[in-house]
């Protein structure tokens, strides 16, 4: 289960992001702990739900032509959540370029940082070479 909302009531993609996520059994490995694999699907999916709160379906931005690829991701892991939990999502956007951008993650669980991370998303077109973004992603 997860809720979504702007942390600012901004519908810029560039506006910080909050995202709620309760974790599901099927994400956890034999300890009842979410599997460091997993939290990469939490940050897409705040990813998604922050392009959605700002009018951008992600859809459509691959409808017109455009893929959006990971091309890096540094993940530092602080503490072990668990099956159950009940976890902040906070993604926000720290830099875009012509055909890049970078987000920064931050899971929580109450006040204890569980996970931040930083990801590179580039911009590409239908034949997999690099693209500019769209223009509603440079708000």
């Known amino acids: 289960m997860a809720t979504s909302k702007p942390i ?3 519908s810029s993609p560039l506006s910080p992001f909050h995202t709620q996520i309760r974790v599901a059994y099927h994400e956890t490995d034999g300890q009842r702990r979410v599997h460091h694999a997993n939290y990469l699907n939490y940050f897409e999916r ?5 392009l959605r709160a700002a009018g951008i379906l992600y859809k459509a ?3 017109a032509g455009r893929i959006l690829v990971v091309t890096e991701m540094n993940v530092r892991y602080h503490a072990a959540a668990e099956f159950d939990d009940h976890l902040d999502l906070i993604t926000e956007v720290i830099e875009v370029r012509k055909v890049r951008i970078r987000h920064r993650y931050r899971i929580l669980r109450g006040d204890e940082l569980i996970v931040e991370a930083e990801s590179t998303i580039a911009c590409l077109d239908s034949q997999g070479r690099p693209s500019r973004l769209p223009p509603e992603f440079l708000g």
């Open 61 to 63: 931005v691959e409808d």
């Open 8 to 10: 600012a009531d901004s």
């Open 46 to 50: 705040g990813r998604v739900e922050m």
